[in-house]
């Protein structure tokens, strides 16, 4: 029987309700909304030199996205003390109010210095909290790039939350730094904003940081009823949260980290929803390929981005949600070690996660100067880069396709519906419903393509991109489930050919000092009980220094020894319960680390 299965760019429209209501949802800038519905003069936003080759923009994000300017935005923002939701709003210098201010300052100087472009707003709402009672003005930090366009006005949101938390959800005084979760995606979301504000896009940017994400996802929540209320429509949310980290903690949601200690700072998680009618999980393929086209062959240290199998971790959630919910194609980018499940309700509980220990580092030496960091700016700036990227394709490259796909006795084909602009299109197959990445891809100039290399009896998902004259692809599109009537004859793939050229970048990445985690057990342990310390047998020789600090790192021991011994040695733990580091130095150098807790 002949089928033909129709394949449309979804309709970014209202799709359901979030689980949570926001109310009064408004602007303090009656500009900004008439930005993202495109309802605007370009010229009056245009740059006197458009930078706008966006070969020439990926290129430099590799050293544009700074390391030290991560590091310098993440330091500001942890030294509010907290940014709960709830917090003080009118001190200068402690709580949400005196972050949110501060961001916004840094978005309107980084407007200054380029010409204006980037336009600043307030989204503010009301809710009222179950648990915590009502609250009024809350508020998430916008800025908007103008695009050069707005024959198609969708948008392309990178968003972070900028609020934190301690265990009680409803305590504002809590010192809550949040460091990782999510300064973190707060610094990244400011320095692309940074750096992109002096570009030109096709399409319009916006940089958003939200508030009450963790009271229920309220603040992307307030922009995605906005925007599906008045029609706008989204090319993609890049949504970050908790993206710096490296250290795997001794619980990670899952799918998680499984050894506790260990590091990853070369691979990040994509997550997002697998509905094959919907073009979510290719979205995040997407991301994948333009990586490994794009950028990867001129990045000083690859990364492997990871396409997961779940649109976020075990019984968690992010700000991409609410914007799911509302058909609008998202991901959520993660670090591919969390510190922590947040079960801060669990007594045995001691990652940093949702605590007041989700800081920077520590004071190794007690200097008052942290030189032991908890975030990985080198990371961090990997991340911000992938992201980077992305946007940039995503603002500079065609709509997804119009296709059709056929269930022919022949085998599967596809048909195109051309459009001035495009020069080719990707086909993307998957065997098997359980499988996340594509088995392969191939590419076509002719309008109709019968899909090679299939099995008859077996099921496929199909789903395509285009491709324009300037060889940059579209986001994939939705997927259809079709059983191949035949075998079909295999073909060369697509061999991700589509590359540009990039100097080779001079300056390395900023020097890490490398550590190794130590073995310590057992671990948490009760007061004052015996614990064997273990170093790793390449780090034997000696004279070596172990130093033990409370999380604060006041110096609480410093035992010095003429080497290692092999099977390590016995130590007595303090008598006061909380987390201590311990470090190994070997000759005066700092070699491996480790946390103990100590339980009371």
Same mark, same amino acid.
């Given at each position: 029987m002949l089928r033909a299965f129709i394949l449309y760019p979804t309709l970014?429209?209202?799709?359901?309700?979030?689980?949570?209501?926001? =109310? !009064?949802?408004?602007?303090? #800038?009656?500009?900004?909304?008439?930005?993202?519905? &495109? $309802?605007? +003069?370009?010229?009056?936003?245009?740059?006197?030199?458009?930078?706008?080759?966006?070969?020439?923009?990926?290129?430099?994000?590799?050293?544009?996205?700074?390391?030290?300017?991560?590091?310098?935005?993440?330091?500001?923002?942890?030294?509010?003390?907290?940014?709960?939701?709830?917090?003080?709003?009118?001190?200068?210098?402690?709580?949400?109010?005196?972050?949110?201010?501060?961001?916004?300052?840094?978005?309107?100087?980084?407007?200054?210095?380029?010409?204006?472009?980037?336009?600043?707003?307030?989204?503010?709402?009301?809710?009222?909290?179950?648990?915590?009672?009502?609250?009024?003005?809350?508020?998430?930090?916008?800025?908007?790039?103008?695009?050069?366009?707005?024959?198609?006005?969708?948008?392309?949101?990178?968003?972070?939350?900028? =609020? !934190?938390?301690?265990?009680? #959800?409803?305590?504002?005084?809590?010192?809550?730094? &949040? $460091?990782? +979760?999510?300064?973190s995606g707060s610094a990244l979301v400011m320095e692309l904003a940074r750096v992109l504000s002096r570009y030109t896009f096709r399409h319009t940017l916006v940089f958003m940081l939200t508030t009450g994400e963790e009271?229920?996802?309220?603040?992307?929540?307030?922009?995605?009823?906005?925007?599906?209320?008045?029609?706008?429509?989204?090319?993609?949310?890049?949504?970050?949260?908790?993206?710096?980290?490296?250290?795997?903690?001794?619980?990670?949601?899952?799918?998680?980290?499984?050894?506790?200690?260990?590091?990853?700072?070369?691979?990040?998680?994509?997550?997002?929803?697998?509905?094959?009618?919907?073009p979510y999980r290719g979205f995040a393929r997407t991301i994948r390929m333009f990586y490994e086209e794009k950028l990867r062959p001129h990045a000083p240290v690859p990364m492997t981005i990871e396409v997961m199998g779940q649109e976020d971790r075990e019984d968690r959630g992010g700000d991409h949600i609410p914007f799911r919910e509302r058909e609008y194609r998202n991901v959520r980018f993660t670090a591919a070690h969390e510190h922590g499940d947040a079960n801060v309700e669990d007594s045995t509980y001691h990652d940093r996660q949702h605590t007041s220990d989700d800081v920077l580092g520590v004071d190794l030496d007690g200097d008052q100067v942290i030189d032991s960091f908890f975030v990985d700016f080198n990371y961090l700036q990997r991340n911000a880069v992938i992201n980077g990227v992305t946007a940039t394709l995503l603002a500079h490259g065609p709509q997804p396709p119009e296709v059709v796909v056929h269930d022919e006795p022949g085998g599967i084909r596809v048909s195109f519906t051309p459009r001035p602009g495009l020069a080719a299109w990707r086909v993307g197959v998957r065997q098997g419903q359980t499988s996340v990445l594509f088995s392969a891809v191939y590419r076509t100039t002719d309008t109709s393509f019968v899909v090679p290399g299939l099995a008859a009896g077996t099921q496929y998902f199909i789903s395509a991109a285009a491709i324009d004259t300037a060889g940059i692809m579209s986001a994939f599109t939705r997927e259809y489930g079709v059983t191949s009537d035949a075998t079909t004859?295999?073909?060369?793939?697509?061999?991700?050919?589509?590359?540009?050229?990039?100097?080779?970048?001079?300056?390395?990445?900023?020097?890490?000092?490398?550590?190794?985690?130590?073995?310590?057990?057992?671990?948490?342990?009760?007061a004052g009980c015996t614990v064997r310390l273990e170093a790793p047998g390449t780090l034997a020789d000696g004279p070596v220094t172990w130093t033990v600090r409370e999380g604060t790192g006041r110096l609480v021991e410093r035992m010095q020894q003429p080497w290692v011994p092999a099977g390590g040695f016995q130590w007595n733990a303090p008598h006061r319960p909380g987390p201590y580091l311990i470090t190994l130095d070997v000759r005066g150098r700092t070699m491996a680390t480790g946390i103990l807790v100590v339980s009371p």
């Amino acid at each position: 029987m002949l089928r033909a299965f129709i394949l449309y760019p979804t309709l970014l429209t209202a799709a359901c309700a979030s689980a949570q209501t926001v =109310d !009064s949802v408004r602007w303090s #800038n009656n500009e900004v909304p008439q930005l993202l519905l &495109g $309802a605007y +003069d370009p010229a009056t936003y245009a740059a006197t030199v458009p930078l706008a080759d966006p070969a020439a923009i990926i290129c430099a994000l590799r050293t544009e996205v700074s390391a030290d300017s991560l590091q310098a935005h993440l330091e500001r923002l942890v030294s509010f003390g907290t940014r709960h939701t709830y917090s003080d709003t009118l001190s200068s210098t402690t709580g949400t109010g005196a972050a949110r201010r501060w961001a916004m300052e840094r978005f309107n100087g980084w407007s200054a210095q380029h010409e204006g472009r980037l336009r600043t707003a307030w989204l503010r709402f009301n809710y009222d909290d179950p648990d915590c009672g009502p609250q009024q003005d809350l508020r998430n930090v916008v800025a908007v790039l103008p695009g050069s366009q707005v024959a198609d006005p969708a948008i392309i949101l990178i968003e972070a939350h900028l =609020d !934190s938390r301690c265990a009680d #959800n409803c305590d504002p005084l809590c010192v809550a730094q &949040g $460091a990782e +979760d999510n300064g973190s995606g707060s610094a990244l979301v400011m320095e692309l904003a940074r750096v992109l504000s002096r570009y030109t896009f096709r399409h319009t940017l916006v940089f958003m940081l939200t508030t009450g994400e963790e009271q229920g996802l309220l603040g992307a929540e307030a922009l995605a009823q906005w925007c599906a209320e008045n029609g706008v429509a989204i090319k993609g949310v890049q949504n970050n949260d908790i993206v710096g980290g490296i250290w795997c903690g001794a619980t990670s949601s899952d799918p998680g980290c499984p050894v506790e200690g260990t590091a990853d700072s070369t691979r990040v998680r994509l997550f997002s929803n697998g509905s094959v009618t919907k073009p979510y999980r290719g979205f995040a393929r997407t991301i994948r390929m333009f990586y490994e086209e794009k950028l990867r062959p001129h990045a000083p240290v690859p990364m492997t981005i990871e396409v997961m199998g779940q649109e976020d971790r075990e019984d968690r959630g992010g700000d991409h949600i609410p914007f799911r919910e509302r058909e609008y194609r998202n991901v959520r980018f993660t670090a591919a070690h969390e510190h922590g499940d947040a079960n801060v309700e669990d007594s045995t509980y001691h990652d940093r996660q949702h605590t007041s220990d989700d800081v920077l580092g520590v004071d190794l030496d007690g200097d008052q100067v942290i030189d032991s960091f908890f975030v990985d700016f080198n990371y961090l700036q990997r991340n911000a880069v992938i992201n980077g990227v992305t946007a940039t394709l995503l603002a500079h490259g065609p709509q997804p396709p119009e296709v059709v796909v056929h269930d022919e006795p022949g085998g599967i084909r596809v048909s195109f519906t051309p459009r001035p602009g495009l020069a080719a299109w990707r086909v993307g197959v998957r065997q098997g419903q359980t499988s996340v990445l594509f088995s392969a891809v191939y590419r076509t100039t002719d309008t109709s393509f019968v899909v090679p290399g299939l099995a008859a009896g077996t099921q496929y998902f199909i789903s395509a991109a285009a491709i324009d004259t300037a060889g940059i692809m579209s986001a994939f599109t939705r997927e259809y489930g079709v059983t191949s009537d035949a075998t079909t004859p295999e073909a060369p793939q697509d061999p991700l050919d589509l590359g540009i050229a990039c100097d080779p970048i001079a300056v390395p990445e900023r020097p890490m000092p490398p550590t190794t985690p130590l073995a310590l057990w057992p671990n948490p342990c009760a007061a004052g009980c015996t614990v064997r310390l273990e170093a790793p047998g390449t780090l034997a020789d000696g004279p070596v220094t172990w130093t033990v600090r409370e999380g604060t790192g006041r110096l609480v021991e410093r035992m010095q020894q003429p080497w290692v011994p092999a099977g390590g040695f016995q130590w007595n733990a303090p008598h006061r319960p909380g987390p201590y580091l311990i470090t190994l130095d070997v000759r005066g150098r700092t070699m491996a680390t480790g946390i103990l807790v100590v339980s009371p």
